[in-house]
Structure formats: C-alpha cells, structure tokens
C-alpha cells in the first residue's frame, strides 16, 4: 500500500460463496467483467490484474503509478 498514490482508496470486496461466483450471471461479472478472484482493478479504467498477476510486486506498483 505504500506504493499508492496519496489520496487512494482502496475497497477490498468479497465476491459471495463459488455457487454465486460461478453463476455468468452475478453482478460482478456483469457490471464489471470480472473474470477471477482475486482482481485487482483500477475503476473506472481498463487496467486489471487477474489471478496469478496480482502476485507480482511489478505488475501491482506498475498498476499504481503509471497514469
């Protein structure tokens, strides 16, 4: 966290039990186009890291400091 911007907000969200996870339905794949757990985004842009990438201290300080 100390490689974020000042004045960030970070929301940590659960994605509901696997049976509600699974379902092409839910709302999070819906609204917005979750793929996997864990993501890691930055709303409001294209920018996300899926599964096994939000592991990678590069990719993840990348994500935060590159406009």
């Not at 379902?23 to 757990?37: E, H, W």
Request: include cysteine.
């Amino acid at each position: 966290m100390s490689h974020l911007p000042e004045g960030s907000v970070f929301i940590y969200c659960l994605v509901g039990q696997r049976d509600y996870w699974k379902n092409p339905g839910n709302d999070f794949k819906k609204t917005l186009k979750l793929s996997g757990v864990p993501t890691l985004l930055r709303y409001g842009t294209p920018q996300k890291l899926v599964e096994e990438e939000c592991f990678k201290a590069n990719l993840v300080r990348m994500m935060f400091t590159e406009d």
